[in-house]
């Protein structure tokens, strides 16, 4: 994200309703924060601002801070999603959840980092993403082929189901692949949620600028990867119309849909997994975490009536006609999905290595 003017970002953080701060990627110094990020921190703004990061970081974090910042440096990723725990001068830890962006200004290149309490970024990013934003979320195999992705693929001109089987890499334009490699590489090494602004498929022989995050579902190598793709997502009520509240809105969105991902292995293995809508999906994800419909309705800003519809249809897709019913059937898809990795423990185990994407 370019800017022009570096005291103006600085002065924006304070109207953010997010804690929030501004590093400096070379030096991994403070440039600015704003009262809530340093309420996090246990220190003051003025006594963080040009202090060194690193020494708020845990230390068994450290390393991995180092890497994650040089590749926001060398332009690997622009941004990524991750857990990290400070210390704050008392001596209490703390684990938040860390969204990113790079920032490319006249000065150099800072870090946009928007920090939540706590190991889970979703029930934040709720409360300040409304709005409905076209979005693509999809689940590969350990081939990087797509496994499953909802219906409304509109960003990438296709329907999800007509893009099984179809290749990750194929979604990106020739020119971008070498660097799309380099960032899903990057994820499948180091656990992080990473973000790269690339080019991707928008219709036959169609091509555009798109947001993409690449998450590592499971421990083998190489792995299979969850993916969000996105345009720059509405403006909402309770954030400002700056580069820095463009830039928080969006983080927020990919959290929320990066946390939706986790359903999409076990409708992989169901007959119509491919045929759910986003936001059917992320129903169908808050109902596997054990949300109530009415708090997914509260969650979502949708009325209960709009989730029973969403219910009914899914239960008409699946056969079903129960949530409990729902529940069983995704209960048994995660058992053949848990079986399909054991099977390939034992694969490694016996010398047979993962075909390579």
Same mark, same amino acid.
């Given at each position: 994200m370019p800017v022009e003017d570096p005291d103006e970002l600085? /002065?924006?953080?304070? $109207?953010?309703? !997010?804690? @929030?701060?501004?590093?400096?990627?070379?030096?991994?110094?403070?440039i600015a924060v704003n009262d809530r990020a340093a309420a996090l921190f246990g220190s003051p703004?003025?006594?963080? !601002?040009?202090?060194?990061?690193?020494?708020?970081?845990?230390? &068994?974090? %450290?390393?991995a801070v180092r890497a994650a910042y040089a590749a926001m440096v060398a332009k690997v990723i622009d941004g990524y999603q991750v857990r990290r725990r400070i210390v704050t001068p008392a001596g209490t830890q703390l684990t938040l959840s860390v969204w990113g962006r790079r920032v490319e200004n006249p000065d150099g290149l800072y870090g946009l980092w928007v920090l939540v309490p706590g190991p889970e970024p979703a029930a934040d990013a709720d409360s300040f993403m409304m709005g409905e934003s076209e979005i693509v979320l999809a689940v590969t195999d350990h081939d990087w082929l797509i496994e499953c992705m909802n219906a409304d693929a509109g960003l990438l001109g296709a329907r999800g189901?007509?893009? /099984? $089987?179809?290749p990750l890499l194929g979604l990106v334009h020739p020119s971008a692949a070498v660097e799309?490699?380099?960032a899903a590489a990057r994820?499948? *090494?180091?656990h992080l949620a990473v973000t790269l602004l690339t080019r991707m498929r928008a219709g036959r022989d169609e091509w555009t600028e798109r947001y993409c995050l690449m998450v590592r579902m499971c421990e083998h190598q190489p792995p299979r990867l969850g993916v969000v793709i996105s @345009?720059? #997502?509405? @403006?909402?009520?309770?954030?400002? /119309? &700056? #580069?820095?509240g463009d830039q928080v809105r969006h983080a927020a969105l990919e959290a929320r849909a990066a946390h939706t991902l986790d359903a999409l292995? *076990?409708?992989? %293995?169901?007959?119509?997994? &491919?045929?759910?809508?986003?936001?059917?999906?992320?129903i169908v994800s808050r109902l596997v975490a054990g949300q109530p419909s009415g708090e997914i309705a509260r969650s979502m800003f949708l009325s209960p009536s709009t989730v029973r519809n969403h219910l009914a249809a899914i239960y008409r897709k699946f056969g079903v006609h129960s949530q409990a019913e729902l529940l069983a059937a995704l209960l048994r898809a995660v058992a053949q999905h848990d079986e399909q990795d054991r099977?390939?423990?034992?694969?490694?185990?016996? $010398?047979?290595? !993962?075909?390579?994407?």
């Amino acid at each position: 994200m370019p800017v022009e003017d570096p005291d103006e970002l600085i /002065r924006s953080l304070e $109207g953010l309703p !997010v804690a @929030a701060m501004l590093t400096e990627l070379s030096s991994h110094t403070f440039i600015a924060v704003n009262d809530r990020a340093a309420a996090l921190f246990g220190s003051p703004a003025r006594d963080l !601002v040009g202090s060194d990061l690193l020494t708020h970081i845990h230390p &068994s974090d %450290r390393d991995a801070v180092r890497a994650a910042y040089a590749a926001m440096v060398a332009k690997v990723i622009d941004g990524y999603q991750v857990r990290r725990r400070i210390v704050t001068p008392a001596g209490t830890q703390l684990t938040l959840s860390v969204w990113g962006r790079r920032v490319e200004n006249p000065d150099g290149l800072y870090g946009l980092w928007v920090l939540v309490p706590g190991p889970e970024p979703a029930a934040d990013a709720d409360s300040f993403m409304m709005g409905e934003s076209e979005i693509v979320l999809a689940v590969t195999d350990h081939d990087w082929l797509i496994e499953c992705m909802n219906a409304d693929a509109g960003l990438l001109g296709a329907r999800g189901s007509e893009l /099984r $089987g179809f290749p990750l890499l194929g979604l990106v334009h020739p020119s971008a692949a070498v660097e799309f490699l380099a960032a899903a590489a990057r994820t499948a *090494a180091d656990h992080l949620a990473v973000t790269l602004l690339t080019r991707m498929r928008a219709g036959r022989d169609e091509w555009t600028e798109r947001y993409c995050l690449m998450v590592r579902m499971c421990e083998h190598q190489p792995p299979r990867l969850g993916v969000v793709i996105s @345009a720059a #997502p509405p @403006a909402a009520s309770d954030l400002p /119309r &700056s #580069p820095i509240g463009d830039q928080v809105r969006h983080a927020a969105l990919e959290a929320r849909a990066a946390h939706t991902l986790d359903a999409l292995p *076990a409708l992989a %293995r169901l007959p119509h997994g &491919s045929e759910l809508s986003a936001r059917q999906i992320e129903i169908v994800s808050r109902l596997v975490a054990g949300q109530p419909s009415g708090e997914i309705a509260r969650s979502m800003f949708l009325s209960p009536s709009t989730v029973r519809n969403h219910l009914a249809a899914i239960y008409r897709k699946f056969g079903v006609h129960s949530q409990a019913e729902l529940l069983a059937a995704l209960l048994r898809a995660v058992a053949q999905h848990d079986e399909q990795d054991r099977q390939l423990d034992l694969a490694d185990d016996d $010398g047979c290595a !993962v075909p390579n994407p």
